[in-house]
């Protein structure tokens, strides 16, 4: 069993800033696809973006792109989410998840794609 826990999330002003992280457990880190989804109140989970086991392919949702940086060292097990600019629409729980084992050159966009999945981190952008 893979353990996924996502960290950084908080209260934070219109256009402000946060950093997600997200660790992952195992020994074989560096095989795994990593996705950050969220979901608003009422809303259905959507995609974030996406990062394969390199971090040579990366794939964003239109409405975060430019704005958020994802990045991954694998030498810690460790995601990070650089979120810039936000406005209160990127209000959410954000969930990151984990498909080990797959050492695709693409992204993994679908979440039932992934395996393994943090309990969520919430994220509150104030106007």
């Known amino acids: 069993q893979v353990q996924v826990v996502e960290s950084g999330g908080g209260l934070v002003q219109a256009g402000g800033s946060l950093r997600l992280s997200c660790a992952a457990s195992g020994r074989t880190f560096n095989t795994y696809a990593m996705g950050w989804f969220r979901q608003a109140p009422g809303k259905e989970r959507e995609f974030v973006v996406g990062?394969?086991?390199?971090?040579?392919?990366?794939s964003y949702a239109d409405s975060v792109q430019g704005r958020f940086t994802i990045s991954r060292d694998n030498a810690k097990n460790t995601v990070y989410l650089p979120m810039n600019s936000l406005p209160p629409e990127d209000t959410a729980i954000y969930y990151c998840?984990?498909?080990?084992?797959?050492?695709?050159?693409?992204?993994?966009?679908?979440?039932?794609?992934?395996?393994?999945w943090g309990q969520g981190t919430q994220v509150t952008v104030s106007s």
């Open positions: 990062i394969n086991w390199s971090g040579a392919s990366i």
């Open positions: 998840a984990a498909r080990p084992g797959l050492l695709r050159p693409g992204v993994l966009t679908g979440p039932n794609e992934y395996d393994y």
